[in-house]
């Protein structure tokens, strides 16, 4: 039987194509715990943590003062935070340093394809294989609301890919990213991961890795480094997201708010790269989509990680449980570490929007799924973008 297993990528193993758990915390207008404290940067870009979360994090035994002197690195079960209003994120300058960001994958955890139903609702048959295809460097000029996001699990150093998003109470200056869910929290069995950043245009001149080995990290990362402050993936993902079975995978989607590490130049991630895609919550029918166009930096044989790549096709579709969304399905090569990325399609007015984000797909890397957005994901992108409002 073919396998599936997460989008994911951790130090020192191979990348593959499967669901994986990182969930993000709630505002009020998301379902999973008390309303969250702020974690808000200060002028010299250092996150300030208030007195009322460090006594909550506190009661969990981590000393946010230790966190980081390398206290992050303590994965003790009682120590994973998993609550929505536990999310913290202290920037540590230069922790993701070039090595680091080019070390960074996934392990192999293989599923089997008979794990998930696809004989529920409706299921189209399987698409034919769409070979992906390298995006012209550089990258900025190309897609320049793409890059990668970085994190620390328990297995080790992670990333996925994700998307500059708009910020409705921002415009034309957003500081929100969209990822996977699993790209933030571990869902049902564990938590948040740790130390999550985002970096747009990643390798923008898509060096190959043995020219990346002594790149500076300008290089690598030539439009900064941006910490999440803030977290936020549906309640679904959190109580159900798991690396089996494509469990969770229908609300597999979370947005970020960042924040630069080392304090900007007063710029918005937004004006920064100079680009900042819709979201379309109420996207056409399948029948109705000519093509979808998928982004990632996929990491698994026969990639690398370090180079952007992108599949379009027209999406067909995919069933986990009947009582859940149905999913897109696209045929695409891409491999793990692609997980997160966005899709793209026409929106309801004919413009190129945000559509979706690739959540799974099968070992031998000939499709990829990704989650209709609906009413749960425009509850989740509008309470983000209402947090920081008046910020």
Known sequence: MRSIRPLLAAASAVAALTLTATACGPTEDNAGGDKPTAVTPSADGKITIPDDLKDRLKEHGIDVDKWRGGEWKNWDRDKWLRE????????????????????????????????????????????????????????????????KVFFDGPEGSMVCSATVVQDPAHPGKSNMVWTAGHCVHAGQKGGWYRNIAFV?????????????????????APYGVWWSDWAQTSQQWIDEGGQTGGKGAPYDFAVLHVTPEKGGNGKSLEETVGSALPVEFNAPAVPKIASMTATGYPAGKPFDGQKMFQCADKPGRLSIKAEQPTMYRIGCTMTGGSSGGGWVAAGQDGKPALVSNTSIGPVTAGWLAGPRL???????YDGVSKKYANQ
Do not use: C
Request: no cysteine; charged share 35%; aromatic share 4%.
């Open 84 to 147: 929505a209003k536990d999310f913290v994120n202290p920037i540590i300058e230069d922790l993701w340093d070039p090595d680091r960001m080019r070390d960074a994958e996934r392990p192999d955890k293989p599923v089997e394809e008979e794990d998930i139903s696809g004989d529920k609702g409706v299921t189209d048959p399987t698409p034919a294989k769409v070979p992906a295809k390298a995006v012209q460097a550089p990258y900025h000029e190309n897609s320049p609301a793409s890059g």
């Open 374 to 380: 609906g009413a749960e994901a425009k509850a989740l």
């Open 200 to 220: 747009p245009s990643y390798n923008n001149d898509g060096k190959p890795t043995s020219a990346l080995e002594n790149a500076t990290r300008e290089q690598i």
